[in-house]
C-alpha cells in the first residue's frame, strides 16, 4: 500500500506535540481528487483544533490542514473538468497537512498567473471564509465602509485587499504601528492601532459620526458592544471567531433602534454544496482580480514540513503578518 508522511499529534496540546509519522494515502470517492501537495497554509482553526477545541466534523480527515495547493494525482469517475497533472490550490475538509490529500473536486480553483504553489497554497482558506462572510452573509457593497478587526493577520490582510478592489472604503484594526503601515500597503484607507487608540472614537472621526456599514469581527468578548457602537443605521456585524470570549451581554434596544443585523458563520462544518458555491463565486469574482495583480498573496513566511511546530509557534505570538505556510 502507499504511504505518505503526514503531520500528526499524540493528543491535544501545545505545537510541541506535532510529529511527522507514514501514514496510507487516502482513497478517493467518485466527486473527489487527490492532490500531491506542495504547499499547506496554516490557520487559525488548526490551532484550535490541535488544543482540542475545534474537532473535525463527521466523515473529515482527523489531520490538521484546511488548504492547499499542489498537483492532481488522481481523478474520481464523475469528476469530469479536472485532469490529471493539473495544477491546483483548494479548501480541504481535513489532511492538509500531508504529502496527499484528497477533497470534492468541486472545491479546487486555478492557480492565478504568476503564482507559486505557496503563494497559492495561502488562498482558499482565507479567500472563501472572507467571501462568504463579507458579500454572502454581511452584503458587503461598493462605496459602503467596512471595519475588519486582525488587518494585518490572514483574514485581516485577505478581507482589506478584497474590499478595496471590490470597491468599498476599508478601516483596520491592528496591534502595532508596523502592522497598521502594513495594513495599508495592502489597501486599507485608514489602519487604527487598538493598542494606542479606542478603535469606536477612531471609527466615529473617520465616518464623521455616521459609523461603518459591516464589521468582520473576530475579536468576540468586549468588542461586541464597542462594534455594535461603531455600526450605522442598518449596519451589519459578522462574527468569525471570539478570541476574547463567546459570551457577551449587549443591549437589543440598540440593535433594534439602528436596526442592524448581527451574523455570523463558520466555514468547515458547512456542506459540500456551499463550499462549491463560494468557489465558483471566487472563480468569477476575485480570480480575475488576482490575475490582474489587484489583489496578491501575502506570506509572511514558509515552513518546510519539518518545522511545523516553528509555524505553530509563530502563529500563536501574533507576531505574523499575512500567511504562514507549510512546504513538502
Known amino acids: 500500500m502507499a504511504t505518505m508522511r503526514v503531520v500528526d499529534m499524540q493528543h491535544p496540546g501545545d505545537a510541541k506535540v506535532l510529529f511527522l509519522i507514514e501514514q496510507p494515502r487516502p482513497t ?11 504547499a499547506a497554509g496554516v490557520n487559525g482553526p488548526d490551532i484550535a483544533q490541535r488544543k482540542g477545541l475545534y474537532p473535525p466534523p463527521p466523515g473529515a480527515s482527523p489531520l490538521l490542514g484546511l488548504e492547499v495547493a499542489g498537483i492532481i494525482v488522481e481523478v474520481g ?3 469530469q473538468d479536472i485532469t490529471v497533472g493539473q495544477e491546483v ?3 480541504v475538509p481535513g ?9 470534492p473536486a468541486a472545491h479546487c480553483l486555478s492557480i492565478p498567473d504568476g503564482l507559486t504553489m505557496e ?12 467571501w462568504h462572510n463579507l458579500y454572502d452573509r454581511g452584503r458587503l457593497k461598493a462605496g459602503e465602509t467596512v471595519l475588519i478587526h486582525g488587518g494585518s493577520g490572514g483574514i485581516g490582510s485577505t478581507a482589506a485587499q478584497m474590499a478595496s478592489a471590490m470597491g468599498s472604503r476599508v478601516i483596520v484594526t491592528a496591534g502595532s504601528d508596523e502592522k497598521c503601515e502594513a495594513c495599508l500597503s495592502f489597501g486599507a484607507d485608514a489602519a487604527i492601532n487598538y ?10 472621526k473617520l465616518t464623521d459620526g455616521r459609523g461603518v456599514d459591516v464589521i468582520l469581527d473576530m475579536i468576540g468578548g468586549e468588542y461586541i458592544r464597542r462594534n455594535i457602537k461603531s455600526l450605522a443605521f442598518e449596519g451589519r456585524l459578522v462574527s468569525i471567531a471570539f478570541n476574547q470570549g463567546a459570551k457577551v451581554e449587549v443591549n437589543i434596544m440598540t440593535i433594534m433602534g439602528k436596526r442592524l443585523t448581527w451574523t455570523g458563520s463558520t466555514l468547515r462544518p458547512q456542506s459540500a454544496e ?31 514540513v ?23
Request: aromatic letters at 8%; hydrophobic letters at 40%; one cysteine or more.
Open 28 to 38: 478517493i470517492g467518485s466527486k473527489d481528487v487527490l492532490i500531491q501537495v506542495k
Open 77 to 79: 469517475d464523475q469528476v
Open 89 to 91: 490550490c483548494a479548501l
Open 95 to 103: 489532511g492538509g497537512y500531508a504529502e496527499y490529500v484528497k477533497t
Open 119 to 130: 503563494e497559492a497554497a495561502a488562498l482558499p482558506e482565507t479567500f472563501f471564509t472572507v
Open 195 to 204: 493598542k494606542t487608540h479606542d478603535f469606536v472614537d477612531e471609527v466615529n
Open 274 to 304: 456551499v463550499k462549491a458555491g463560494i468557489a465558483r463565486n471566487l472563480e468569477k469574482e476575485i480570480w480575475p482580480l488576482i490575475d490582474a495583480g489587484k489583489i496578491r498573496s501575502i506570506i509572511d513566511q514558509s515552513y518546510p
Open 306 to 328: 519539518e518545522h511545523v511546530k516553528t509555524a505553530h509557534e509563530r502563529m500563536e505570538s501574533s507576531a505574523h503578518i499575512g500567511k504562514l505556510v507549510l512546504t513538502f
